[in-house]
């Protein structure tokens, strides 16, 4: 079993920045293969892909991410991380990281991470 922990959220003001973290855990497990991708939930909206990473290290982002955001790996320590910079308030809402949902079957859900934009 999986499990993914998120981390690096916050309250921001618009124009700041944040980096968040992504440990991904299990038995015998590795994210080596896989391709991996940050999600957002804002409120009342649907989860979205924002960005994901291959397992060679190739990224493609959403309209929402792109120029903005950078996702990277470190595959020996099993992380992923989301650099989001020029933040917007309406990137406020819950981030999560997974497998890249259009390549593999997501793992469960971790807790996700709140990003807050206000001034």
């Known amino acids: 079993q999986v499990q993914l922990v998120e981390s690096g959220g916050g309250l921001v003001q618009p124009g700041g920045s944040l980096r968040l973290t992504c440990a991904a855990s299990g038995?015998?497990?590795s994210i080596n293969p896989m391709s991996m991708g940050w999600y957002r939930q804002?409120?009342?909206k649907q989860r979205e892909l924002i960005a994901a990473i291959t397992s060679g290290g190739n990224s493609n982002y959403g309209d929402s991410a792109k120029g903005r955001f950078t996702i990277?790996?470190?595959n020996t320590k099993n992380t992923v991380y989301l650099?989001?910079?020029s933040l917007k308030p309406e990137d406020t809402a819950v981030y999560y990281c997974n497998?890249?949902?259009f390549r593999n079957d997501p793992w469960d859900w971790g807790q996700g991470t709140l990003v807050i934009v206000s001034s």
């Open 27 to 29: 038995t015998n497990f």
């Open 42 to 44: 804002a409120p009342g």
């Open 72 to 74: 990277s790996r470190d």
């Open 83 to 85: 650099q989001m910079n």
């Open 99 to 101: 497998a890249d949902w």
